[in-house]
């Protein structure tokens, strides 16, 4: 019964994200995008609002290599900034000891990340995720709901997708899976669990869900 957990405000906070984001593509283009070019961005995941964000700058879609550019530069503004003797991570410990639990009673745990794959290596390192946990990043050209897809298609179900914000409820949806919220900015008639929850709520809550 594989699991897709969103990683960055579902198991912890890296805060200040969207400013590292912004910062790398001012580095990579000369000229950092502006808050508001931000919000205007409609996808969810890095491959699909840098993408857009290109579109609108300099009138075509953004090729790998340019992804990849990108990938180094957000990754090395994580590690200046999120260290020991700089910011560190708030974890949300009973989230993240749950998820083991159930990686450990036998579901398939994934992480399904908006985040480019090194940047979500660097944050699963970061909150102590287990490294027996898979990982999947944004791809290009993939939605959200789409690396969902690529986390169950070599797994049989009932499936179940957790996070923290609409857009992952809305990519569970898309991809026709159930819904788990994390915290108060999702609400809905899914079930909800706060982030300080322990452990034993969410395993006990995603196996009354998951049969």
């Given at each position: 019964m594989p699991l897709c957990f969103d990683l960055d405000g579902t198991l912890g906070t890296f805060g200040g994200g969207y400013v590292l984001l912004r910062d790398a593509l001012g580095e990579l283009w000369g000229d950092a995008p502006k808050p508001e070019e931000l919000r205007a961005c409609l996808g969810s995941t890095d491959w699909e609002i840098v993408d857009e964000l290109h579109r609108s700058r300099f009138g075509i879609g953004l090729e790998d290599l340019a992804y990849e550019q990108?990938?180094?530069?957000?990754?090395?503004r994580?590690?200046?900034t999120f260290h020991p003797e700089g910011k560190v991570p708030v974890a949300f410990q009973g989230i993240i000891e749950g998820m083991h639990q159930l990686a450990e009673r036998g579901h398939a745990i994934w992480l399904v990340s908006g985040n480019v794959p090194l940047v979500l290596d660097f944050k699963a390192e970061g909150l102590g995720i287990d490294e027996r946990i898979h990982r999947l990043g944004s791809l290009p050209r993939c939605s959200r709901a789409d690396l969902i897809r690529l986390a169950m298609k070599d797994c049989s179900g009932p499936h179940l997708y957790v996070g923290d914000r609409p857009h992952d409820r809305e990519a569970a949806r898309?991809?026709?899976v159930?819904?788990?919220g994390i915290g108060d900015a999702v609400p809905g008639e899914h079930p909800i669990l706060c982030a300080e929850?322990?452990?034993v709520h969410l395993v006990s809550t995603v196996e009354r869900l998951l049969p």
């Open positions: 990108f990938e180094a530069a957000c990754l090395a994580f590690r200046a898309e991809a026709g159930p819904f788990l929850a322990e452990a």
